[in-house]
């Protein structure tokens, strides 16, 4: 099938236009030739190099989206950013696309890592490889030092995607291509991953503009932008035809988290952190900046290995961070835990199922530097309230039912879940039709994370099976998803598992209310936390 036209641009550069689609590039040293980006793979990529040159050949992929790696398939390697291997591998494997090769004959190669700060030297030519996180979180650059050309792949185009599950936050991408601004006095022109021909380096001022409007709130003209997987807005880039497609922050998102905040502020008013406990902060186990950071929490003086104890903070998807919960989860660490106080990926920037895929990642990251803390890895526990009860739920019936979820990519690892904590969650989507918040839940909370609601990896409770972990699930009378808590008990009981369930309080205290459990200052919330452990450390193994 012929769909690539190839442009020559100078004695050694050649553009590949796949169909309008995507762009990949031929750049040809005196040694050898880099093949960068090789876009759908209708097309045999390989064959096309070999019109232009006999050279060995080296294929690095700016980052590891379908259009930019597909054609590795005609290839034996191919080279892309360790922070994109994830993405890559995600697409890799995707069912449709190995159906499709598989009935070709073809095989997607290995890929391997470059990392920025490499130069590749093609004999004559150096292309020097510079991280840009931002369309996705391993985005790389390579400049052409010798010709002053900057390849950008999909960081930097006049069509930016800002809005995809894979992309940092604008704020972060903000910070990282101010970073790396030095680059216009290194480069005059830019060849991105869908471009016809040369683009000015002034699109990296530009691009930089339209961030900072954004950001300021200059959106009032913006329009909708409809794609395959929802509705985003997209910006105009200032002095240039294009535009940033992003995910819109709504009024709402700040009005809420302001009025939650000064609560939580109000609540933790005067405690400090415990003297007895070691604690070990902001320590990376991803690749989305601050949206990817742990605390580890231990009682001063440990030198056996302890249960793990996981905390998947609430915040109706939109709010919330592990520094909100350190008082919490390190009074859980001196009932006898390893704690793990994570941080995840927020709507309405990310969107579902990022969260469950950065708690797999702690349980990666667990895996790896179990022994630095402590940690045992025979006894893992995961707690949360509100939507982190939704997600502990969710992510609990992904570990214990393999068949569950088989389409939301996450890297295999080898350590299972033996018990769960649920306050005040939610847990049956339909059950919420039930809740007398509903409209104002479902519509701003869960749709601002979730595309659609009739999603089949959102039904948890059809994914429980006998192997579920023991749950202990609390709540009380004045609690708005109280409703929820009985059927999910009563559930996990029927299909074979083990459910605790403890009300606290009654109707008549109106100050025991949603996640009452994390006020330290409390009877009530003292007895809820100690409940948990209890049931929790019940269940390890002796």
Same mark, same amino acid.
């Given at each position: ?296 929490? +231990? ?25 909100? +919960? ?217």
């Amino acid at each position: 099938m012929a769909r690539i036209e190839v442009t020559q641009l100078n004695d050694h550069i050649y553009l590949m236009d796949d169909n309008h689609e995507a762009t990949g590039y031929i750049v040809i040293g005196k040694d050898k030739a880099a093949v960068i980006d090789t876009m759908n793979g209708y097309e045999d990529v390989k064959a096309v190099a070999r019109r232009y040159t006999d050279l060995p050949l080296m294929v690095i992929n700016t980052h590891g989206h379908p259009d930019h790696i597909y054609g590795n398939i005609y290839f034996d390697e191919a080279y892309v950013a360790p922070d994109d291997m994830d993405v890559a591998d995600e697409f890799a494997n995707d069912p449709g696309f190995l159906k499709m090769i598989g009935e070709r004959g073809a095989v997607m190669p290995p890929f391997k890592a470059i990392n920025p700060g490499e130069t590749v030297d093609l004999g004559g030519l150096h292309l020097e490889v510079i991280a840009l996180p931002g369309h996705t979180a391993g985005s790389i650059l390579l400049l052409l030092k010798e010709d002053r050309i900057l390849f950008t792949g999909d960081a930097i185009n006049h069509h930016l995607w800002m809005q995809i599950p894979h992309s940092t936050s604008l704020e972060m991408f903000r910070d990282n291509l101010s970073k790396v601004m030095y680059l216009k006095d290194k480069a005059d022109m830019i060849l991105h991953g869908h471009a016809r021909g040369f683009d000015s380096i002034d699109l990296m001022d530009h691009t930089l503009a339209a961030i900072d409007e954004i950001l300021a709130g200059k959106t009032g003209d913006d329009k909708e932008y409809e794609w395959f997987e929802g509705i985003s807005r997209q910006h105009p880039i200032p002095d240039d035809e294009g535009v940033i497609c992003y995910n819109q922050r709504p009024a709402w998102v700040k009005e809420d988290s302001k009025a939650w905040s000064e609560g939580d502020g109000k609540r933790d008013e005067g405690l400090t952190e415990p003297e007895d406990v070691e604690s070990f902060k902001d320590i990376s186990y991803g690749v989305y900046g601050e949206s990817n950071l742990l605390d580890v929490y +231990y009682l001063k003086g440990t030198t056996g290995k302890l249960p793990i104890l996981i905390n998947v903070h609430g915040g109706g998807y939109f709010y919330g961070d592990k520094e909100l +919960y350190r008082f919490y989860a390190m009074d859980m660490a001196r009932y006898g835990f390893t704690v793990v106080n994570m941080n995840y990926r927020l709507s309405p920037a990310y969107k579902y199922p990022a969260p469950l895929q950065d708690i797999n990642n702690v349980m990666l990251w667990i895996e790896k530097h179990a022994d630095e803390y402590h940690m045992d890895t025979e006894n893992i526990f995961m707690m949360g309230d509100s939507a982190g009860a939704q997600l502990t739920s969710h992510y609990a019936a992904i570990n214990s039912n393999p068949d569950f979820c088989r389409n939301i990519y996450m890297r295999k690892h080898s350590l299972n879940i033996k018990g769960i904590s649920l306050a005040c969650g939610m847990y049956d989507m339909k059950s919420l039709l039930a809740i007398e918040e509903k409209d104002k839940l479902f519509d701003n909370y869960l749709m601002s994370c979730y595309y659609n609601p009739d999603e089949p990896t959102l039904d948890v409770c059809g994914a429980i099976t006998d192997k579920y972990p023991a749950a202990y699930l609390f709540s009380c009378p004045n609690d708005f998803l109280y409703p929820a808590c009985k059927p999910m008990a009563d559930l996990i009981n029927a299909r074979g598992g083990k459910a605790v369930m403890k009300i606290y309080g009654t109707a008549e205290m109106k100050d025991v209310a949603h996640v009452f459990h994390c006020n330290m200052k409390t009877d009530i919330g003292r007895e809820a936390r100690k409940d948990q452990a209890e049931f929790l450390l019940g269940l390890c193994n002796k």
